[in-house]
């Protein structure tokens, strides 16, 4: 049973344009949201994370935004680079004591110049 | 730089053989976790510990085992009766009861089978 899914396993996008990753949970408990990037045969780096208090964060050309009546996650890259070229997984935090992530599967991003 | 090494970056097994995957971090981070990664699929935890002489079982447990004794440590033993252990493993840490704060990422032993 998955609590999380990332179900676009890869998008495509052209250089400049928007790439938009989603994540769909199923767990009222998550409280912190993050996402993480990462490049083959390397471990992921974190890359911009909410907590459910929010509904937006940015960092530069990177916003994540939270819709917790749905239940979904999205990350927006504007304007993609041919370096974000890369499988993003978001991972969630859940309340409780314990540090523990929960990952999605994935979604392989490849920015096309 | 503070970081996390995993080492060897590669490593083969060989059948009814326990083979041991290093984890080292001078983040001063208390809590340490294992991850294992397969072709298409997310990371899924196998052990944590969130401090010194303590850990706890993951969702993938079943043929690993680790110890924590100490802080910059944590060390994931592959046992022979882990049956399909050619994956991925990464290796992270974060700082305690912060929920709020990134696991940071070693990059990464690729575990095969000979």
């Known amino acids: 049973d998955q609590q999380v899914k990332q179900n676009s396993p890869s998008l495509s996008v052209q250089e400049g344009r928007i790439s938009i990753l989603n994540c769909d949970y199923t767990?009222?408990?998550?409280?912190?949201f993050l996402w993480y990037k990462k490049y083959p045969a390397e471990g992921p780096t974190f890359l911009i994370s909410?907590?459910?208090?929010?509904d937006k964060n940015e960092d530069g050309r990177f916003t994540v935004f939270l819709n917790k009546s749905a239940k979904h996650l999205s990350l927006h890259i504007v304007p993609s680079q041919p370096g974000d070229s890369a499988v993003y997984f978001c991972?969630?935090?859940?309340?409780?004591?314990?540090?523990?992530?929960?990952f999605g599967k994935g979604t392989k991003l490849t920015v096309n110049p | 730089d503070g970081g996390i090494t995993q080492s060897p970056k590669y490593l083969f097994r060989k059948e009814g053989q326990n083979v041991t995957l290093s984890c080292e971090q001078n983040?001063?981070?208390?809590?340490m976790y294992w991850y294992r990664q397969d072709p298409g699929q997310g990371l899924r935890l196998i052990y944590y510990?969130?401090?010194?002489?303590?850990?706890q079982k993951g969702d993938i447990a079943e043929g690993y085992s680790v110890s924590r004794e100490k802080k910059e440590s944590f060390p994931l033993t592959v046992t022979s009766a882990q049956k399909n252990p050619t994956a991925f493993y990464l290796c992270?840490?974060?700082?305690f009861g912060a929920g709020n704060q990134p696991q940071h990422f070693g990059d990464g032993t690729r575990l095969s089978i000979l």
């Open positions: 992270a840490s974060s700082i």
């Open positions: 767990n009222s408990m998550f409280d912190y």
């Open positions: 909410i907590s459910s208090i929010k």
């Open positions: 991972a969630l935090h859940s309340q409780g004591g314990s540090e523990k992530l929960v």
């Open positions: 983040l001063n981070h208390d809590a």
């Open positions: 510990s969130q401090i010194v002489n303590d850990f």
